[in-house]
């Protein structure tokens, strides 16, 4: 072998070797997953199931950070198929086979504090740092007035409807579908009154958004539908998303019938006989309203609808629907841009009074409510303490009293069964269900009464 032919020979084994090294192994994940929002009742563990599947050539850890946004007694933790890790772990890693499939849950469970918690979940392939994933799991807990749906508003539109619904006594909870997906009819179920609010030039309702809110309607819920050209996005045949099977729901869900898109309105009035409305008025744009309803949908009413507020310039503005199940009012312009907050709480007002005020959950009829708030005494204690609660309604309900731990764990159940309207007493020794003195520390008894749930913190004294 020459000198020179060794220098080639060289040459070309270290090429091949600097080639190979420059080139990566191939490496990469997906992640998906069908809904990343819910409602939950408090104590009641939401398991966002998602999946992530090895996308790569070789054998691959996807590093798993969670960031909790919650109330600090609410619950969140990663699992790993049926492997579940404790709440202080917010760290995993899914090691992975080319082609394999992990289930990643998202547990989040609401415990005492109402509101809305959330979890920041990011997915990194430590072969392939560049392949990362970022989404967000929402709970929002019930127990709330009425669900405000944000459908592409703004932030300071948001606050404008949940003012006005604040303003009439009512208590809220928001469900924006640009972070938390589609609500589905069980999360909408959940609450007796549903106000769904759009911005200009929207996307119009899907086949999902229909389906839901026909089941919402069909238990017996309130909706009050409001946005400027969301009629028009789906009955106007010189729209784009022009749809006649959505228009159809729209006349025989709603009994709506869209008309026209019409130029710039300033006031809305009602007359004498208005169903909702009568003898109000308002402006629609200015003051510090959202002020744009610069082209709202004409409408009119069909089949069961009842003709409501009219735009100054002529024209039916709002349709009421009442087919002997849940009602419905549908505005063509957008509720924000009404001009006063004043204007908009009132409105808000006689929205809600048609409704008929009610503020238990859909599909309720009673009102087997608690007429005081729960409470235990002693408290902090040692060893007893006796959980008392009393019940307003006039009949007899189903009602459970159980004590959980702070990590959610039901340690005891003390009573389930029926109870009559007035005041009720339960016990507790500070001892689980196998009769096992517990530790020292705080512990939280959940009063259900029919549909509705009331919690009481309690301290148990060594």
Known sequence: MTATFRKLLCA???ALALGAMS???QAGFDWVYDHNGSVNDFFEIEAFHTFVTNTGATTDTV??????????????????DLLCYPPFIVDIELILEPGQTKDLIIDITPITVAGKGWTDITLVSKNNPADNAFGVFTVISSGADVLYVSAGGSGTTDALYTAAITAGGLTSATWDLAGMGKAAAEDLARFNTVVWGAGPGVSPLDVSDMTSLSTYLGGGG???????DLAFSSCDPGSPSFDTTACAWYQNTLGVAYTANTGSVDFVTGAGGDP???GSSYAINGGDGSNDNTSPDVIAATGGGLASLSYSG???????????????????FGFAGISTAAS?????????????GAVTAAGDHEVPTFATRPEAWP??????????????????VPATVTVYDVQGRAVRHLFQGTVAPGLRRVAWNGRDDSDRSLAAGVYLARIRVAEFAQVVKMTLAK
């Open 314 to 332: 002529g024209g039916t503005a709002v349709v009421a629907s009442d087919p002997g199940t849940g009602k419905s009012i549908f505005a063509g």
């Open 12 to 14: 070309l084994t270290l």
């Open 222 to 228: 309130n909706l009050f539908l409001s946005g400027a």
């Open 379 to 396: 408290n902090p204690f040692n060893p007893q303490t006796s959980i008392r609660f009393e019940v307003g309604g006039n009949s007899e």
């Open 63 to 80: 590093m798993v950070n969670m960031v909790k946004n919650m109330a600090p007694d609410w619950v969140a933790s990663l699992c790993e």
């Open 23 to 25: 080139v990566p192994a």
């Open 276 to 278: 909702v409305f009568p």
């Open 344 to 356: 908009r709480a009132d409105f808000m007002a006689q929205v809600m009074s048609w409704f008929g």
